[in-house]
């Protein structure tokens, strides 16, 4: 049977290695640890078995924007899922758990806050649960990198569900004592644990250090063919290095959580189909992403662990062809890395602040606004108090942490619409001709409408109709003033759901295993990316696997630093070097000293290089003008 449905479901003939095994363990009914990597195909692990167990499937998973294109995804192919989190309406949350409740939805995806919520888990109750699936496992592990409080919430869900609906959890990237945790936390029964090796054969770990990042990007890309990623850390890098690649005329694109759903959709739908070459992203292009043919996967500035590195470079060569993950350091990366910590922990005393500050803010009294949701404009909630961003945005997750409240920072939700007048109603309405249009316009392109809310794109209409998109925004309020339709414009903002009551600042207890212990850990997980990045005398791949416990049987023979190892085995003479110098300085316009320094020293070592230069120059072989050298 599950052959059959992922061939009829997904087309597919066959499963990927490890699939097949965790499905077996899930309908045999036993808790099971699946460890896959990026690419390995999680989702297919948990959809075969929902459509084979006789009951619903709840995914507990921390990103409203993947459980949205999961939903969507699962529709295209035939497959009944709904979802819960605090940014729908309360319509929308009872039309899902409706559908539930009548056997008409397979697959339930919830956000974990949701756990909280007294009248949900009461009708969880009353709902036939087949299996319980907890994706990106390793938030539920304070030990993780990525550890969110509201993940403690699921264990005591297995009370609810009956301790006899297995748990399957599932994540990337997880060290051994992560592995343990989520297990232990988890309330695991004779667990069966399902690892794919870390390890991957076809994609090389390059790391290239440079005082001038920007030049050695634009050798990365001039060197390789083919679909790329560059990730960066900041909103305003990406737009400036995507300017950088295009005035190259290399085509790039900017992502970034800032981007309307529209500009996200259209970007990214350009670099799947090769529009655009370079994906310029912050981690906001994650998740989700899941395009074949990436060849190179360039991290400009480092990531804070390397299970972010891992996860991020993994998004190079899944189609098994030759790929490379190329990391460019320069100077100042060593201390970037150690202020993230500060930035990441500020003092306690800071965090107090920000939560009075933000309480303030929201119009939240003292003793109020357990189980509220309130939009957060975080730009002018720093604007307004005079706060740093990056700082603040940290004690709002510290303070998540600590149980106070669960900041959650996605921006990424859809205009949703409903109609909600009666058929026959609807031909009495008197409409003016633009907004009339707008309407027939969102009848004839979605389908669903009189059922439920059905996503809808403002841009799309627009273009569709050849209206502006403020026309089709208002046309839209005015059809629900009508009283016609119910429309959710998209949510631009972050917002705060409450999980305590408003306390006095000076009542407020950040934990040490929440402050100081895990500052510790991202001490510990800082210094193996210096390692990693850093260290020119280990093979960069066995690197990452003592990092997540595999033993390596062999050095790569792939990384830079396998292959320096390599070239410095064969003796190189100064003739060699000089040549090899001439090469490049007889370029048109010369070469940059950096850059002929940065390309050979793999090859002949720094000293050497600059040692020839002299010599060269010494003999007018070369000519020296500013910091380029050309042949005479």
Same mark, same amino acid.
């Given at each position: 049977?599950?052959?059959?449905?992922?061939?009829?479901?997904?087309?597919?003939?066959?499963?990927?290695?490890?699939?097949?095994?965790?499905?077996?363990?899930?309908?045999?009914?036993?808790?099971? !640890?699946? %460890?896959?990597? =990026?690419?390995?195909?999680?989702?297919?692990?948990? +959809? #075969?078995?929902? $459509?084979?167990?006789? *009951? !619903?499937? %709840?995914?507990? =998973?921390?990103?409203?924007?993947?459980?949205?294109? +999961? #939903?969507?995804? $699962?529709?295209?192919? *035939?497959?009944?899922?709904?979802?819960?989190?605090?940014?729908?309406?309360?319509?929308?949350?009872?039309?899902?758990?409706?559908?539930?409740?009548?056997?008409k939805a397979k697959i339930a995806y919830l956000s974990p806050e949701r756990l909280q919520n007294k009248e949900f888990l009461a009708e969880l109750r009353?709902?036939?649960?087949?299996?319980?699936?907890?994706?990106?496992?390793?938030?539920?592990?304070?030990?993780?990198?990525?550890?969110?409080?509201?993940?403690?919430?699921?264990?005591?869900?297995?009370?609810?569900?009956?301790?006899?609906?297995?748990?399957?959890?599932?994540?990337?990237?997880?060290?051994?004592?992560?592995?343990?945790?989520?297990?232990?936390?988890?309330?695991?029964?004779?667990?069966?644990?399902?690892?794919?090796?870390?390890?991957?054969?076809?994609?090389?770990?390059?790391?290239?250090?440079?005082?001038?990042?920007?030049?050695?990007?634009?050798?990365?890309?001039?060197?390789?063919?083919?679909c790329s990623i560059v990730y960066v850390r900041s909103r305003r890098r990406t737009r400036e290095l995507a300017e950088l690649l295009q005035r190259e005329e290399i085509s790039a694109e900017a992502y970034h959580a800032g981007l309307s759903p529209e500009e996200k959709e259209e970007r990214q739908n350009r670099w799947k189909t090769d529009r655009v070459r370079v994906m310029v992203a912050t981690n906001a292009f994650g998740m989700g992403i899941d395009k074949p043919d990436v060849r190179v996967v360039v991290h400009f500035d480092l990531p804070s662990s390397l299970e972010e590195y891992y996860q991020e470079a993994g998004r190079g060569g899944r189609d098994g062809l030759p790929s490379f993950a190329v990391a460019i350091t320069g100077r100042q990366d060593k201390g970037v890395l150690t202020r993230r910590v500060a930035d990441a922990f500020p003092d306690k005393g800071y965090i107090a602040h920000v939560y009075e500050m933000a309480c303030n803010f929201l119009d939240i009294a003292v003793g109020e606004g357990y189980?509220?949701?309130?939009?957060?404009?975080?730009?002018?909630?720093?604007?307004?108090?005079?706060?740093?961003?990056?700082?603040?945005?940290?004690?709002?997750r510290l303070l998540t942490r600590a149980g106070y409240l669960e900041y959650i920072a996605e921006t990424t939700s859809q205009s949703r619409l409903m109609v909600v007048?009666?058929?026959?109603?609807?031909?009495?309405?008197?409409?003016?001709?633009?907004?009339?249009?707008?309407?027939?316009?969102?009848?004839?392109?979605?389908?669903?409408?009189?059922?439920?809310?059905?996503?809808?794109?403002?841009?799309?209409?627009?273009?569709?109709?050849?209206?502006?998109?403020?026309?089709?925004?208002?046309?839209?309020?005015?059809?629900?003033?009508l009283h016609a339709i119910h429309y959710i414009p998209r949510r631009t903002t972050p917002y705060i759901y409450m999980t305590t009551s408003r306390e006095e600042p000076r009542h407020l207890v950040i934990p040490t295993e929440v402050y100081e212990r895990q500052r510790e850990r991202m001490e510990r997980r800082i210094e193996?990316?210096?390692?990693?990045?850093f260290d020119q005398t280990v093979c960069r791949t066995s690197t990452?696997?003592?990092?997540?416990?595999?033993?390596?049987?062999?050095?790569?023979?792939?990384?830079?630093?396998?292959?320096?190892?390599?070239?410095?085995?064969?003796?190189?003479?100064?003739?060699?070097?000089?040549?090899?110098?001439?090469?490049h300085a007889r370029r048109p316009g010369g070469a940059e000293v950096t850059d002929i320094i940065a390309n050979l020293?793999?090859?002949?070592?720094?000293?050497?290089?600059?040692?020839?230069?002299?010599?060269?120059?010494?003999?007018?072989?070369?000519?020296?003008?500013?910091?380029?050298?050309?042949v005479r």
């Open positions: 049977m599950k052959h059959a449905i992922l061939k009829k479901y997904w087309g597919y003939d066959g499963f990927r290695p490890m699939q097949e095994e965790i499905i077996d363990s899930v309908l045999a009914g036993h808790d099971t !640890l699946g %460890l896959l990597p =990026t690419g390995g195909g999680k989702s297919i692990t948990f +959809q #075969v078995p929902a $459509l084979i167990l006789p *009951g !619903l499937t %709840l995914v507990v =998973t921390p990103l409203i924007s993947l459980m949205k294109d +999961q #939903v969507d995804n $699962l529709a295209d192919r *035939g497959v009944r899922a709904v979802m819960f989190h605090s940014g729908l309406t309360r319509r929308e949350k009872e039309l899902a758990m409706t559908r539930c409740r009548l056997g009353n709902l036939k649960v087949s299996l319980l699936v907890v994706d990106e496992a390793h938030c539920i592990s304070q030990w993780g990198y990525d550890f969110r409080p509201s993940y403690l919430r699921i264990a005591p869900l297995r009370d609810i569900i009956g301790r006899d609906v297995p748990v399957l959890a599932l994540t990337a990237s997880a060290t051994p004592e992560v592995r343990d945790d989520i297990m232990r936390s988890l309330g695991f029964d004779a667990p069966r644990v399902f690892a794919r090796s870390f390890s991957r054969s076809n994609l090389s770990y390059i790391v290239r250090h440079a005082d001038f990042k920007e030049t050695q990007l634009l050798r990365v890309l001039g060197g390789t063919q083919g189980g509220h949701v309130y939009e957060f404009d975080l730009e002018k909630f720093c604007r307004t108090f005079s706060l740093h961003p990056v700082p603040t945005e940290s004690a709002l007048m009666d058929k026959d109603d609807l031909y009495s309405l008197d409409l003016d001709p633009t907004t009339d249009e707008v309407f027939q316009g969102v009848l004839r392109r979605y389908t669903g409408l009189f059922a439920d809310y059905v996503p809808v794109s403002e841009l799309t209409l627009a273009r569709d109709l050849t209206l502006s998109t403020q026309t089709v925004y208002e046309a839209l309020l005015y059809l629900t003033r193996a990316v210096k390692r990693f990045a990452l696997l003592r990092y997540f416990g595999e033993e390596p049987e062999c050095d790569c023979g792939t990384c830079d630093v396998c292959r320096a190892a390599r070239r410095s085995s064969i003796p190189q003479s100064a003739p060699d070097i000089s040549a090899s110098i001439l090469y020293t793999p090859t002949f070592g720094r000293d050497a290089i600059v040692a020839a230069i002299r010599t060269l120059a010494d003999q007018t072989t070369l000519i020296l003008e500013g910091t380029r050298v050309v």
